[in-house]
C-alpha cells in the first residue's frame, strides 16, 4: 500500500526560511504533490515533482529524491499569512487517487 | 472561473436523519471526487468519478453511505441514516484528469454535525 510520513508541526518566525519533509512508501510512483490549506477551508495546490530536483515557484520550492522516497516544501521569506497545514500527496498503485499524507501545521510567528 | 461549488456550507441535524451533500465540479472536468477530513483520520477519499462513472469506491465507510454523479455538472453524497461519528467537513473535488500535473481543485466543503 501507500504511506506517507510528515511531521505534525513546524514553527517559524517571520522571513525565516522553513523545510517541510515528507517521506513516503509507495509500490508505483507516479509524482508528489504538495496542498496547502488555510485553518479547514479549501485544500490548493501547491506543485508537483515527478523527476528528481527542484521545482520553484516564487517564494515555494518543491524537491523530489526518488532513490531516497523523500521530498521535501520549502518556504522561504515566511509571511504570516504563510501558517497553514501542508499535505504531501501520492497516487495509488495504479497511478489513480492521491493518498494525502496527515498534513504539517506550520505556524508563522511575528 | 467558478470553482468547485459545494452546498450547503453548514449543516447541523440529528442522528438517524438523512443528510445530503451537492457538488458543482468545475466545468470541462472529468474526475469529481468526495473526501471526508477529521483530526483523528485526516484527508480521506471516499469515492471518485470518471465522466460520470464511479471508478473507486473502497473509501466509502459503509452501505449508509452513497453517492451518484447524474450528469456532468453535479454529484451528491447522501447519509441514511446518519451517525455523530459521521461528523466531519466533507470535501467535493475535480479535475480534469489523474496525472500529477492535473491538479485536483476543492470545494470549500460542507461543515457536517450530527447531534
Known amino acids: 500500500g501507500q504511506s506517507l510520513e510528515q511531521p505534525s508541526e513546524v514553527t517559524a518566525v517571520e522571513g525565516a526560511i522553513v523545510q517541510i519533509n515528507c517521506t513516503y512508501q509507495t509500490s508505483g510512483f507516479y509524482g508528489l504533490s504538495w496542498y496547502q490549506q488555510h485553518d479547514g477551508g479549501a485544500p490548493t495546490f501547491l506543485s508537483y515533482n515527478a523527476l528528481d530536483g527542484l521545482e520553484e515557484t516564487g517564494r515555494f520550492s518543491s524537491f523530489l529524491s526518488r532513490s531516497d522516497s523523500y521530498g521535501y516544501l520549502l518556504l522561504q521569506e515566511l509571511q504570516m499569512k504563510d501558517s497553514a497545514s501542508y499535505f504531501c500527496?501520492?497516487?495509488?498503485?495504479?497511478?489513480?487517487?492521491?493518498?494525502f499524507g496527515q498534513g504539517t501545521e506550520l505556524s508563522v510567528k511575528p | 472561473d467558478a470553482g468547485v461549488i459545494q452546498s450547503p456550507r453548514h449543516e447541523v441535524t440529528e442522528m438517524g436523519q438523512e443528510v445530503t451533500l451537492r457538488c458543482k465540479p468545475i466545468s470541462g472536468h472529468d474526475y469529481l471526487f468526495w473526501y471526508r477530513q477529521t483530526m483523528m483520520r485526516g484527508l480521506e477519499l471516499l469515492i471518485y468519478?470518471?465522466?460520470?462513472?464511479?471508478?473507486?469506491d473502497s473509501g466509502m465507510p459503509e452501505d449508509r453511505f452513497s453517492a451518484k454523479m447524474p450528469n456532468a455538472s453535479f454529484s451528491t453524497l447522501k447519509i441514511q441514516p446518519s451517525e455523530p461519528r459521521d461528523s466531519a467537513v466533507y470535501f467535493c473535488?475535480?479535475?480534469?484528469?489523474?496525472?500529477?500535473?492535473?491538479?485536483?481543485?476543492f470545494g470549500d466543503g460542507t461543515r457536517l454535525s450530527i447531534l
Open positions: 500527496a501520492v497516487r495509488d498503485n495504479q497511478g489513480g487517487k492521491l493518498i
Open positions: 473535488a475535480s479535475s480534469e484528469g489523474l496525472g500529477s500535473n492535473q491538479p485536483q481543485h
Open positions: 468519478f470518471n465522466n460520470n462513472v464511479p471508478i473507486d
